[in-house]
């Protein structure tokens, strides 16, 4: 069975890489980000372009641009957190980041983003002071296999 939880994903942020490939993602020193607890989802989309011929009355499907998307991190929110705070501090920058996520089987993603938005919900008396992060992908996103 290769399906597995999510439990013990980690995601991280450093500066971006020399070289938009694992081995330059690989040296580059991260941080991960504390108290993480959605990912979210990501991945490449592709438009899709239609073509209408008169002729046949079929439409025609292509793909067209794609873009790899943009993950969204729901977190409790820790001032005292290197990798949130990392994160606040690339939010009012117009660089990019390198983002590791590493999965439970010891699998990783890396790619850069931007990060767009770092949010506060203080929520009512029975929550916890929650957050969430939204980055914008900006490179491919480079999968590395476990060891």
Do not use: C, W
């Amino acid at each position: 069975m290769t399906a597995r939880t999510s439990a013990g994903t980690v995601v991280s942020i450093g500066p971006a890489p020399a070289t938009l490939n694992a081995e330059g993602f690989n040296a580059v020193t991260v941080q991960a980000i504390g108290e993480v607890t959605d990912a979210g989802e990501y991945g490449k989309v592709f438009a899709l372009v239609t073509h209408n011929p008169l002729s046949s009355r079929k439409t025609e499907k292509y793909k067209g641009s794609f873009n790899n998307g943009s993950i969204t991190l729901a977190l409790a929110l820790d001032e005292a957190d290197a990798g949130q705070v990392a994160a606040r501090s690339a939010l009012e920058t117009d660089d990019s980041f390198t983002i590791k996520v590493t999965k439970q089987d010891g699998s990783i993603d890396f790619f850069t983003a931007q990060v767009m938005s770092f949010t506060t919900s203080v929520g009512s008396v029975d929550s916890i002071e929650s957050g969430s992060i939204m980055l914008e992908i900006d490179s491919n996103i480079v999968p590395v296999a476990a060891a």
